[in-house]
């Protein structure tokens, strides 16, 4: 669903922001359970690859949490090109090519897959440029697992590959989960003959700072609206039902798994503690960040409900065998909140 549930999320602006001239007091998100200590203590290097994108941007400042001035020897980030990677805080980090991957020298390595195109480059590009490009990047990383030495590998899917086959959604996510599905296939084929170690999250809704999409997201329409001091707006005509995760919550249950002394496939789905409908999510934003802004919404005139949501029984049974610290919705919020009030710009 888009950003409102129809239009592009609108820019926000710093006045009558609710977090303009406080004193920090918002946490950052940082690692939690037994992953983050095995792998804080662990000598692996760690590859991630789409490491520029939302998750990617996080995941590298929660392991800078974590690992230190460390990271700069343990951590190796890849992308579509070379660039620099800008965090919050003055960490910068460079960013290599892909096609570089295979160059890497030969030693204990986890890597964290996040590169893939998304739905919005799907949009404008023929199915057989989209599927081509995606290809490509998933036949660089599995050349190079066995040449640079990975013993374990996240593979961030998505929720979408449960719309692969669903006549009713558009072109675009039919295409995107069926290439989702395509990459669980080929990288879970690598574990099996390996022995390595393979997670799978399908990824339906996140919440956290580095979000980089307001049109897309409905989340961040609604604290947009919230930052400017301006009534949140629902433009959805029919139930919308969503549930989110923390990327740290994601994150550390992901670092547990990959880190556990198994081999084979760990797979789930995301999920929160609840599954509201949309409405239910603007106002959650209204009390988190500004009570008395209104929700507005016009009148339902579509029967057919919109649920993308999860079964999280898996992924929340694996956070608590790893002592995953859970991150509520109220919080999820203000850490997104809190980044997006800083990097106002981006959303104008």
Not at 52 to 68: D, F, I, Y
Not at 124 to 138: F, K, L, Q
Not at 158 to 165: H, K, Y
Not at 306 to 325: K, M, N, Q, T, W
């Amino acid at each position: 669903m888009s950003g409102r549930g129809g239009k592009p999320a609108a820019g926000t602006s710093p006045a009558g922001n609710p977090l303009a001239g406080r004193s920090p007091t918002v946490e950052w998100p940082r690692f939690s359970g037994t992953g983050a200590l095995r792998l804080g203590m662990g000598r692996e290097r760690v590859i991630i690859t789409g490491a520029g994108g939302w998750l990617g941007l996080a995941t590298l400042e929660m392991l800078h949490a974590l690992l230190g001035e460390a990271i700069h020897d343990r951590v190796i980030c890849f992308g579509s090109r070379q660039r620099s990677l800008k965090l919050r805080g003055g960490l910068t980090l460079e960013q290599r090519p892909l096609d570089a991957l295979s160059d890497l020298t030969r030693e204990p390595s986890l890597l964290l897959h996040l590169a893939f195109l998304t739905q919005e480059r799907a949009k404008g590009m023929s199915p057989e440029a989209y599927t081509a490009a995606n290809w490509g990047i998933s036949l660089k990383v599995m050349a190079a697992l066995n040449k640079v030495g990975v013993r374990g590998v996240f593979l961030a899917s998505s929720g979408a590959v449960n719309l692969a086959d669903d006549a009713r959604a558009p072109r675009s996510k039919r295409v995107y989960g069926a290439l989702k599905l395509e990459d669980e296939a080929r990288f879970t084929g690598w574990a099996e003959d390996t022995g390595g170690r393979l997670v799978i999250a399908r990824i339906f809704n996140l919440a956290g700072p580095y979000i980089n999409k307001g049109v897309s997201y409905a989340l961040a329409a609604f604290i947009a609206d919230a930052l400017a001091g301006r009534p949140i707006e629902i433009q959805a005509t029919h139930r919308v039902y969503r549930s989110y995760v923390a990327i740290e919550e994601l994150m550390s249950v992901v670092v547990g798994a990959l880190t556990a002394e198994a081999s084979g496939v760990v797979a789930f789905e995301t999920a929160g503690e609840a599954s509201p409908e949309i409405d239910g999510v603007a106002h959650a934003v209204a009390d988190t960040l500004a009570p008395r802004l209104k929700v507005l919404r016009p009148a339902m005139t579509r029967d057919l409900p919109d649920r993308y949501v999860g079964d999280g029984a898996a992924f929340h049974a694996l956070g608590e065998a790893y002592a995953v610290r859970q991150v509520s919705f109220a919080e999820q919020i203000r850490q997104t909140a809190d980044y997006m009030a800083e990097y106002v710009e981006a959303w104008e």
